[in-house]
T-cell receptor, first 115, second 111 residues
Framework: DAGVIQSPRHEVTEMGQEVTLRCKPI?????LFWYRQTMMRGLELLIY????????DSGMPEDRFSAKMPNASFSTLKIQPSEPRDSAVYFC?????????????FGPGTRLTVL | KNEVEQSPQNLTAQEGEFITINCSYSVGISALHWLQQHPGGGIVSLFMLSSGKKKHGRLIATINIQEKHSSLHITASHPRDSAVYICAVEGANFGNEKLTFGTGTRLTIIP
C-alpha cells in the first residue's frame, strides 16, 4: 500500500488567498484525521471523520477552516481566507479503527507558508 | 497545566545507553499512543496501548492506568533512534478517537 498520500507537499501563498489541502487515506481505513503542527503549539487535532462523517471538529480554529470527506478515499481541508498565523505543517492520518486496533498512519504532511 | 506532560524535554545519550522517556496524563483515557517524528518531519506510530506492556524490537512501552503514567524505553540505543518522541492520549469517551498530544521529547544519540 502507498500509505497516506497528501498534496501538495509544500504550499506558499499570500494572505487572503484560498488554500486547499488534499488527503487520500489508506484503502480500507474508516477513520481520517487532520492535524496541525506548529513550533508554539505542537501537534493539534483539527477534525476527524469516521466512515466519512465528521465526529469531532472541536479543534477547527474558526470559520475560515473547513473540511470535507466526500467519499472513503478523499478528504480536503480548506482555509479561506488564509492568514500568516495559519503557517504550519498539516498532517493527515488514517486508522482502520478495528476492535483493539487504532494505530494511526500519518501522511508526509503539507508545509504551508502564508506570506 | 497540560493534560499530557512528557519528561525530559530533551535527552542526549551515548550510543548503547538504555533510554527512558516518561509521559504523565491527568485525564481518564481509553488508550495511549507513542509516536516518533523523524528529523525530516515524518511521523510514525510506535505503540498504542491501554494496559500492561508492549515490545517491538528494541522498544518497550509500559502503562500504569492507576498512576496515569507511561514510559517508553529504548534498549541499546543507536544514532538512528535520534528523533522526537511524542506521547498522545485518547479520551475515555467511548468511540472518540481524538488524540491529545504531549509536547514531545527530543532524543539525540551520540555515536
Amino acid at each position: 500500500d502507498a500509505g497516506v498520500i497528501q498534496s501538495p507537499r509544500h504550499e506558499v501563498t499570500e494572505m487572503g488567498q484560498e488554500v486547499t489541502l488534499r488527503c487520500k487515506p489508506i484503502s480500507g481505513h474508516n477513520s481520517l484525521f487532520w492535524y496541525r503542527q506548529t513550533m508554539m503549539r505542537g501537534l493539534e487535532l483539527l477534525i476527524y471523520f469516521n466512515n466519512n462523517v465528521p465526529i469531532d471538529d472541536s479543534g477547527m480554529p474558526e470559520d475560515r477552516f473547513s473540511a470535507k470527506m466526500p467519499n472513503a478515499s478523499f478528504s480536503t481541508l480548506k482555509i479561506q481566507p488564509s492568514e500568516p498565523r495559519d503557517s504550519a505543517v498539516y498532517f493527515c492520518a488514517s486508522s482502520p479503527r478495528l476492535a483493539g486496533e487504532g494505530t494511526q498512519y500519518f501522511g508526509p504532511g503539507t508545509r504551508l507558508t502564508v506570506l | 497545566k497540560n493534560e499530557v506532560e512528557q519528561s525530559p524535554q530533551n535527552l542526549t545519550a551515548q550510543e548503547g545507553e538504555f533510554i527512558t522517556i516518561n509521559c504523565s496524563y491527568s485525564v481518564g483515557i481509553s488508550a495511549l499512543h507513542w509516536l516518533q517524528q523523524h528529523p525530516g518531519g515524518g511521523i510514525v506510530s510506535l505503540f498504542m496501548l491501554s494496559s500492561g506492556k508492549k515490545k517491538h524490537g528494541r522498544l518497550i512501552a509500559t502503562i500504569n492506568i492507576q498512576e496515569k503514567h507511561s514510559s517508553l524505553h529504548i534498549t541499546a540505543s543507536h544514532p538512528r533512534d535520534s528523533a522526537v518522541y511524542i506521547c498522545a492520549v485518547e479520551g475515555a469517551n467511548f468511540g472518540n478517537e481524538k488524540l491529545t498530544f504531549g509536547t514531545g521529547t527530543r532524543l539525540t544519540i551520540i555515536p
